[in-house]
């Protein structure tokens, strides 16, 4: 609903209600300067900050860090959460964002597979730096573009929307999108699951595809002799040697074969498993890349 500035300086004179404090409230991890580490936390943020609402989100800011935010939940296209005010009842919130349809996810979906270096983040539960092509190359979005693409309610009396209880749950978002990114798709229609095994079909057709093209453009096969005829030569190297090359480099996704797995039961005393075989994964790869780097010196 839009306001006149006269309705805004109005709004900015009335006196400031002190919250009451609560112990068991989420409270934000970041007590000063920037909310979110991950960029797509940050962009969360960078969005709603854009919208230019900068009183409430200051005094949102400051109700996230002191945990006035009692709890919220996330469903395909709503988030409801509870906020302490200055009155005892605690406020309900409820922030909508229009969720993609099945086809408009089945496109998005198909522009992941299509690369492969997105479907290999996703499916190891990690969030592509790029994600946000493959919205806009079926001219979606992740993230709302505006104002106009959310609905927001709050049960207190401030007239103003967003008011500072609903900018507190922005941030406590923020912070949990840095956690889970999946978070972000569940609010746009997809839980982590139903994402994770559409790009896993969409891959594998991809792949398939991929290798049905390359065997069409094939040339004949060599003809190989037996080993019997060539044990003189054996030992020599071909020329294909000479254009061989090995490149040692980290992979893509660290841990990517662990993260497929998700978390697994066995522990080894009172250490889980995952841990030691991370450290482990980790361990190998610098030795590999070091062992690398002097041979190549």
């Known amino acids: 609903m839009a306001r006149g500035r006269g309705y805004w300086d109005e709004w900015e004179r009335f006196p400031r209600s002190t919250p009451i404090r609560v112990e068991r409230g989420i409270k934000a991890r970041s007590q000063r300067g920037k909310f979110g580490d991950t960029w797509w936390a940050n962009r969360w943020i960078q969005v709603l900050e854009s919208f230019g609402w900068d009183s409430r989100l200051q005094r949102g800011r400051s109700y996230a860090r002191s945990g006035q935010v009692l709890e919220y939940s996330i469903a395909p296209g709503l988030v409801r959460a509870k906020v302490q005010g200055s009155r005892p009842k605690p406020y309900d919130i409820e922030i909508k964002i229009k969720p993609l349809s099945d086809e408009e996810w089945d496109k998005v979906t198909q522009a992941m597979a299509g690369q492969a270096i997105f479907a290999a983040r996703l499916l190891s539960g990690e969030m592509p730096q ?48 840095d956690d889970d990114p999946f978070m972000l798709f569940q609010l746009r229609g997809r839980s982590r699951e139903e994402l994770t095994e559409a790009l896993r079909k969409k891959r594998s057709a991809e792949i398939a595809h991929e290798a049905e093209d390359t065997s069409e453009g094939e040339s004949p096969q060599e003809i190989v002799q037996p080993l019997e005829e060539c044990l003189t030569n054996f030992w020599v190297a071909g020329e294909e040697m000479g254009r061989f090359r090995v490149v040692v480099a980290p992979p893509a996704v660290s841990e990517a074969l662990l993260k497929r797995l998700g978390p697994l039961v066995l522990r080894s005393g009172r250490e889980n498993i995952t841990g030691i075989l991370t450290e482990r994964y980790r361990t190998i790869s610098q030795q590999a890349l070091e062992m690398a780097l002097s041979e190549k010196d």
């Open 130 to 177: 790029n994600i946000e092509e493959a919205f806009t190359t079926t001219k979606l979005t992740l993230f709302p573009r505006s104002a106009r693409d959310m609905d927001t309610s709050c049960s207190c009396p401030d007239w103003a929307n967003p008011c500072k209880h609903i900018a507190a749950v922005y941030y406590i978002l923020g912070e949990a999108f």
